[in-house]
């Protein structure tokens, strides 16, 4: 059974641009959840979405946005990106039942500069 | 809404030595309990998990971890660690009949095992 799959492993983006990271959860799993790391303030939650629905929200800017397909798959998207957007933007994937595990992928390294 | 606190963040321990890593919670519900692993340039992998039942739960490769509702504490603990157990781990709780699957998680501890 394959893990989680988030594209692209590393980014580097100018401040002021936009970019759109990618996640393929597990076969099967229709909730997908976006985290964002750093060395500052940790692992922050970002918002979940479940069947194309988004289900939860952290409390970031509304420059940070996402959406589910049909398929399951999630995209993240930041706009006009600043210096503090660099971090380790990581995906989770669970089965959609309340409070059961999370599976995690490997993460996006972004770089902003 | 909840938080957790891990009190170390950073452990250093010997190689074949028990180590313990404190995570404490709050929450006004009741909560589901995780403890996760990243080690370098890696995602989150589940340690173990407390959903309800026996208090003290176990992983696979050692750890164990022991739920404590009056102290609202889930530390976890090794009895003997090896060197491939450095990494940072995580402690995390999400809520019960909360809307979808967030977790909130404590600020990691840096386990360093020296030889």
């Known amino acids: 059974k394959a893990g989680v799959t988030q594209t692209p492993r590393y980014l580097i983006k100018t401040r002021g641009q936009q970019v759109t990271l990618s996640c393929s959860p597990i076969?099967?799993?229709?909730?997908v959840s976006w985290y964002q790391q750093t060395p500052g303030q940790g692992l922050q939650f970002l918002f979940e979405?479940?069947?194309?629905?988004?289900?939860n929200k952290g409390n970031f800017p509304g420059r940070f946005s996402g959406r589910q397909f049909s398929n399951s798959r999630s995209e993240m998207n930041v706009s006009t990106l600043e210096l503090g957007d660099s971090a380790l933007y990581l995906c989770?994937?669970?089965?959609?039942?309340?409070?059961?595990?999370?599976?995690f992928g490997q993460g996006t390294r972004l770089t902003v500069v | 809404a909840q938080s957790v606190t891990q009190l170390d963040s950073q452990v250093p321990v010997f190689e074949e030595a028990p180590v313990e890593l404190r995570c404490n919670y709050s929450?006004?519900?009741?909560?589901?309990l995780f403890w996760y692993v990243q080690y370098p340039n890696q995602g989150l992998q589940l340690l173990l998990k407390?959903?309800?039942?026996?208090?003290l739960v176990e992983s696979i490769n050692g750890f164990e971890a022991e739920f404590n509702k009056s102290q609202t504490s889930f530390h976890l603990r090794k009895p003997s660690v090896h060197i491939s157990d450095t990494a940072e781990y995580f402690c995390?709780?999400?809520?019960?009949?909360?809307?979808?699957?967030?977790?909130?998680f404590g600020g990691g501890t840096r386990v360093l095992v020296k030889p």
């Open positions: 989770a994937s669970s089965s959609g039942i309340l409070n059961t595990e999370a599976f």
């Open positions: 076969s099967g799993h229709r909730s």
């Open positions: 979405y479940f069947s194309e629905t988004q289900r």
């Open positions: 929450s006004s519900v009741s909560v589901y």
């Open positions: 407390y959903l309800s039942g026996s208090t």
């Open positions: 995390a709780v999400s809520a019960d009949k909360a809307a979808g699957n967030k977790l909130t």
